[in-house]
């Protein structure tokens, strides 16, 4: 086999699982450490190709949009929303973040139960159900993620304990949730340490994503709701914290 050959083989092995490790591509190839830096080397050229200290992962870049491009209703997004609002039990306490998919999850509720949220879209989805109960946080709104953030309102989450909390996603890696905004990522740290349960429904788009601040870790994290199943670097994070992965049919 080719280097050139080698190199489209692996960058499709890193797509499919997130990552290679150079051992790997000794024993799988049959070739010397050298030969298998100097392919290394050569795929951290490409596109979404990160080498790293012994090996190379994907590295997908995401750059947020403003919640008004983000906005319209996404068919895969909301058949998830609706299927995590389908584990809220009556007389649930929940945690709702803030963006797209958790103000659809809030819309599809209809079990009587306590909502505690940083997000006036999800507040307005609930505005017609009377046997809901709104608690809304206070703080700062932010006019690009149209999310209610700050110390006040951490100072608030730390006050509650709840049944479950639905994070929203923005980017899901081997190190588990970031963000780009430093507060955002302190709050959903927060809500997730307040929580008996803590539910991420992310899409396929988002795995092997990084922001830049780190939030939720695997450890902090029980259940993953997703419409695919997800790269294999993503699955042994999952496996290795005992994160339930529920895949939901689209």
């Known amino acids: ?41 050569k795929l951290s050229s490409r596109p979404g190709i990160l080498r790293i200290r012994g090996g190379a992962i994907l590295d997908e870049k995401i750059v947020s949009l403003p919640y008004s491009q983000r906005a319209e209703a996404d068919p895969i997004k909301q058949k998830l929303a609706a299927f995590g609002a389908s584990l809220v039990n009556p007389q ?64 608030q989450i730390k006050k509650y304990q709840v049944n479950k909390a639905f994070i929203g996603v923005s980017a899901l890696s081997e190190s588990g949730i970031s963000t780009d905004l430093e507060t955002d990522a302190n709050l959903k740290l927060a809500m997730a340490k307040q ?40 699955q042994k994070q999952i496996e290795a914290h005992g994160v339930e992965l529920i895949i939901c049919p689209t």
């Not at 190199?7 to 490790?21: C, D, F, H, N, P």
């Not at 150079?22 to 050298?34: A, G, H, L, M, V």
Request: charge should be negative; glycine fraction near 4%; include cysteine.
């Open 1 to 41: 086999m080719t280097q050139e050959e080698r190199l489209i083989a692996l960058e499709a092995q890193i797509k499919q699982q997130g990552k290679v490790t150079i051992d790997e591509i000794c024993r799988d190839y049959q070739i010397s450490y050298d030969s298998a830096r100097r392919d290394l080397v």
């Open 92 to 155: 649930d306490v929940l945690f709702i973040d803030a963006g797209t998919t958790c103000a659809s999850l809030a819309y599809f509720l209809d079990k009587a139960c306590t909502v505690i949220t940083n997000s006036l879209e999800c507040l307005n989805a609930l505005s017609d159900k009377a046997e809901v109960k709104k608690c809304v946080l206070g703080g700062s709104f932010d006019d690009f993620s149209h999310t209610i953030l700050g110390e006040m309102t951490i100072a």
């Open 195 to 234: 929580a008996k349960q803590v539910i991420c429904i992310a899409d396929a788009s988002k795995f092997n994503t990084q922001l830049m601040y780190q939030s939720c870790a695997w450890s902090d994290i029980d259940f993953v709701i997703s419409n695919q199943r997800p790269p294999e670097n993503i």
